[in-house]
């Protein structure tokens, strides 16, 4: 069974600023497929960015990028010039592309951003 | 854009009480999930479907059971509602290995 870990339960930072969010998997599987979903306040979760495990290069949308180091099964969440509206709770999730894609999520990690 | 609706925001039912959570999509997905959220432990999956009338267990199922009798409706039913079930679900779909969730039920069992 696959296994999600997010060290980092709460995280804040200054608007305008960079922060990274953590993610650890465990799997013996070779294709599967990682992802960060959001969850602002209140609202839906929504996809953030989506890494193939088959691909090297590091996936990128807008101010968002992975850094994925599939050897050590470490798939990190950059988020540059942090917004107020990236306050949210993020969540990494695996999955395998078979099984009508079951996906494993992690505990979460609640992030605010300061004004 | 895709759209994913829970029948209720908040519901509070008494234990004991047979407890239904509808789920409607309108994208024509073929797979649907039933998650519970709880704090400090993440999502849960409970059930997923991959078809009409087609259904497996997902990690947590105990207690529960679901319905799919159209592909775009998913139920979840709580047949004795118990204090532990009190929680957030959350309702998806997925295509493309992206999945769509829904706004969320928050039931509170007394």
């Known amino acids: 069974a696959q296994t999600v870990t997010q060290s980092q339960p709460e995280m804040s930072v200054q608007e305008a600023e960079t922060v990274t969010l953590s993610c650890t998997y465990d799997t013996s599987e070779s294709n599967y497929y990682l992802f960060w979903y959001k969850q602002p306040p209140s609202r839906q979760m929504i996809l953030v960015i989506r890494?193939?495990?088959?691909?090297?290069q590091n996936a990128t949308e807008n101010r968002f990028s992975v850094n994925f180091q599939k050897a050590a099964k470490s798939f990190s969440l950059k988020i540059s010039d942090s917004q107020l509206g990236d306050t949210a709770m993020y969540f990494c999730a695996f999955m395998k592309p078979a099984n009508a894609g079951k996906s494993t999520f992690g505990d979460g990690t609640t992030l605010t951003v300061k004004p | 854009d895709v759209k994913v609706t829970q029948s209720s925001r908040y519901l509070v039912k008494r234990t004991g009480e047979k407890v239904f959570l509808e789920c409607v999509q309108d994208?024509?997905?073929?797979?649907m999930f039933w998650y519970r959220q709880d704090p400090g432990l993440g999502l849960r999956l409970i059930y997923f479907s991959y078809d009409v009338k087609m259904k497996e267990k997902g990690d947590i199922p105990e207690g529960y059971s679901v319905s799919r009798e159209k592909k775009e409706r998913f139920s979840l039913i709580l047949e004795s509602a118990s204090t532990n079930q009190t929680s957030m679900y959350l309702c998806?779909?997925?295509?493309?290995?992206?999945?769509?969730f829904g706004p969320g039920t928050r039931l509170t069992v007394t």
């Open positions: 994208m024509d997905h073929e797979n």
């Open positions: 998806a779909s997925r295509y493309n290995y992206e999945q769509y």
């Open positions: 890494q193939e495990a088959y691909k090297q």
